[in-house]
C-alpha cells in the first residue's frame, strides 16, 4: 500500500482512535522505562473512562483539526490545481507533466527539488506502464514525501540538557514572527509543568526587549533583558539568573540583522561562547524561524543563517498565510535541516510540532 493509502486510512475515524491508542501506549511504556507512568491507569478500567486518556485523545484530534485548518489556503491553491490537470488529461503526456512541473514550481517546492521529482516521476510512470492521471495523485504523494524522508530518521522533538539548564536559541531576519514564536513555545513549555525565562538578547531594535518583557507578563513566565546591551553580556547574565533561580528553560531572543553577515556571526559566536561557558553542553536548540509567506526568500535566509552558526531546527510561521505550502519540502531538501514546529494561525495553540503524516494529510485532504 502507498503512502497516499496509508495516510487516507490512518485519518479515518477509526483509524484515528487506533492511532491516538497507540501513542498513548508508546507514551506509557516510555514513561515505565524512566520509572515514571503519568498515564498510568488501572489495567481493569476501560481506557476512555480514564480523563488523561479521553484529554490525550481530544488533543490529538485537536493537532489533526489545526492541520487541516491551518492547510486550506495551500490545500485549495494546490490540490485544486492538480485536481483540474487530472481533469483536463485524460492520458499522461510531455504536456502533462510540463503542467504539472510549473504547478509544482507555483507551491513553492523549488526549481531543484521539482526537477527531481519530475524525473523520479516519469520513471515510475513509464517503469510502472501508467496511462491514467488520476492514477499519479498517490505516486504523487508518495513521491513528495520521500522527497522530505529520504530514508532519514527525522526527529521533531526538541532537544533538553538532562544535567543543566536547557538552552533554546532562537535565530532570525525581522519580521519573521521571532519573538511571538518564543511566546507562544514558552506557553506550551509552561503547559508542560517547565519553570520558563524569556531573554530579551536584540538588545539594538527598538522596543524588542519591551515587546518580549510584555509577553512575559502575559504568559506567566520569567523575563530577563536589557536595551542597548551587548547582547553576549545580557545572555550571560540571563543564564546565571536561571542557574540562581532553578529555571528549566532559557529561550533567549536574538538580534535579526542579516544584511552585515559578519557582524552577526561575530554576535552569534560571542553569544554561543557564554553559552558554551556557563551551561554543560552548550545550547540545547538554536532554532531558525522562518515565514512561510516570504516563500523562496525565506530558504535563502536559511541559507545565509546556515553559513554562520549551526542549526538545529527549523520553526516555519505563518504557513497558514499561504497558498504556497511546498516551502516545507524546499527547506528540507535545500538545507537538510528539520522542521521541528510549524505556524498554523495566531493564537497559541497554532504553534504546533511538525508531523509529516498529519502535514501530507492537511495538503492533500480534499484529494483523499
Known sequence: MGLFNKIKNMFKKDSIEEKIEDTIVEEENEAEDDGLNPLAIDQEEPIEESPKVEKKKEKVKDSVKVYE???????????????????????????YFEELEEILIMTDIGVNTVMDFMDRLRDRVRKESITDPSLLKEIIVDELFIIYVNDEVLSNKLNFNENDVSVFLYIGVNGVGKTTTIAKMANILKDQGKKVLLVGADTFRAGAVEQLREWSEKIGVGFFGKEESDPASVVYDGIVKAKDEEYDVVLVDTAGRLQNKVNL??????????????VDGGASETLLVIDATTGQNGISQAKAFKEITNITGIVLTKLDGTAKGGIVLAIKESIGIPVKYIGLGETKDDLVVFDIEKYIYGLFKDMM
Do not use: H, P, W
Not at 494546490?78 to 483536463?88: D, E, Q, R
Not at 556571526?265 to 556557563?278: Q, T
Open 69 to 95: 485548518k491551518g492547510l486550506t489556503k495551500s490545500r485549495q491553491g494546490f490540490v485544486s490545481k492538480l485536481a483540474n490537470l487530472t481533469n483536463k488529461y485524460n492520458k499522461v503526456t510531455e504536456e
Open 265 to 278: 556571526m561575530k554576535e552569534l559566536e560571542k553569544i554561543n561562547k557564554v553559552i558554551d561557558s556557563l
